[in-house]
């Protein structure tokens, strides 16, 4: 009876706790992600950030088998999710992953294909057509035509020939196509991104697809000299599919995700892709066509700084702290030393007067399952504060320390 007791408190404790965030969060997001051509270490959990920044998104992260890699048991729950980011180019998925992913977008799910997922899964038509346009992968006419703009007119270009190409990274210059659409509507005509690769010669199936934006990809290195895609929705099934060629992460951060416009549109395809509308204002920092403007403060985030960050967290505010300790526990799951570091920084947490009461919740929470002796005899000095007198009874009855 007791058990049962601490099991009701803590299930109290999640609903009041979910319901206070519900006033600002709609959407729930994941990104599937673990092999990549570009770095999707560095990509992921900026994307993260950006889309949880935007106060309307929590975002959870799929992370695929490492070498050796056996995907018959990598199957993400996408339906239970309104969005799904793609941030993978690897090895295939299993049949049963690739079945469900298709039912999910046909039934009305959200997707984001991102930068270089568009290399992703050659011969897999289902996914050519979600993405509208592809490359790389040995692509070529058999997959569809070449897609631009050529003197402000869309070509749709037969000619045989390879699929994919990119140039190196500089700034360069968008020109929105559609003004109207949801996602860009009010956004400036002409405006400059920072230090990504122009994609060109992508080619597909192009099906219910709209070009939101292009950007001139000059001759330099064998360039098409042609106004290439770089913004495009696609209708698949009762499915909505905001696919971006932008976002080259680099070695490092790159400017590319700093990029006040990148940052913009992904939020704002984000929530289309999810909705079907757009809420999401129009920053005033949003560039022009005069000048870049980057976000110096979009960065990865260490597990210091996350649980920095989280002892400051009141109710009603961002859990964007909380759900990546989730994830860096996630992540270090069989890695006892890992575990070790992490679960000492809560313990410091906990010791941390400055610390507020709802951030030490959240931790014992975490403890509760994860944690080890090493953390017991911190919770039991926090039997006097009464506002936590429950978390710490259901932490220590979890762990088997409530004498």
């Keep these: 009876m007791k058990k049962l007791i601490y099991y009701l408190i803590i299930i109290s404790f999640s609903l009041i706790f979910f319901t206070s965030c519900k006033k600002s969060i709609e959407y729930h997001a994941l990104i599937v992600t673990g092999q990549n051509t570009t770095d999707w270490m560095t990509s992921t959990p900026i994307l993260k950030n950006i889309l949880e920044e935007s106060g309307i998104f929590t975002c959870s992260i799929a992370i695929s088998p490492e070498p050796p890699i056996d995907m018959s048991k990598f199957n993400p729950a996408f339906e239970k999710y309104d969005l799904v980011i793609i941030n993978y180019s690897g090895v295939p998925w299993n049949e049963n992953t690739k079945k469900r992913f298709i039912e999910y977008v046909k039934n009305g799910g959200g997707v984001i294909i991102y930068h270089s997922s568009s290399h992703a899964f050659p ?196 859990t964007k702290y909380y759900t990546a300790l989730q994830s860096y526990i996630r992540n270090a799951a069989g890695n006892p030393e890992k575990l070790k570091k992490i679960e000492k920084m809560m313990v410091d947490l906990l010791k941390d007067r400055s610390s507020t009461i709802e951030s030490k919740k959240l931790v014992l929470r975490e403890l509760s399952w994860m944690g080890s002796e090493y953390c017991i005899q911190s919770i039991k000095d926090l039997r006097n504060t009464s506002e936590l007198e429950d978390e710490v009874d259901f932490a220590l009855e979890r762990l088997g320390a409530n004498k």
């Design 123 to 318: 011969g897999w038509k289902e996914y050519e057509e979600i993405c509208g346009l592809t490359g790389w992968g040995g692509r070529s006419e058999k997959e569809g035509p070449y897609i631009y703009y050529r003197n402000n007119t869309l070509v749709r270009d037969t000619t045989p020939g390879e699929a994919g190409w990119y140039s190196t990274p500089k700034d360069f210059e968008i020109r929105i196509r559609n003004s109207e659409h949801p996602v860009t509507k009010g956004l400036p005509v002409r405006w400059m991104h920072a230090g990504d690769l122009i994609y060109a010669r992508l080619r597909g199936p192009a099906r219910n697809m709209e070009v939101l934006a292009t950007a001139f990809c000059d001759t330099t290195n064998g360039g098409t000299g042609r106004h290439e895609p770089v913004m495009m929705t696609i209708n698949y099934g009762k499915g909505r599919v905001f696919h971006t060629t932008l976002g080259f992460p680099g070695d490092t951060i790159s400017p590319a995700l700093q990029c006040a416009g990148f940052i913009t549109t992904f939020q704002r395809g984000a929530e289309w892709a999810a909705s079907g509308k757009v809420t999401l204002p129009i920053p005033a920092d949003f560039p022009t066509i005069s000048g870049t403007v980057l976000r110096p403060e979009v960065k990865i985030l260490t597990i210091k700084e996350n649980i920095e960050g989280l002892s400051k967290y009141e109710i009603g505010k961002s």
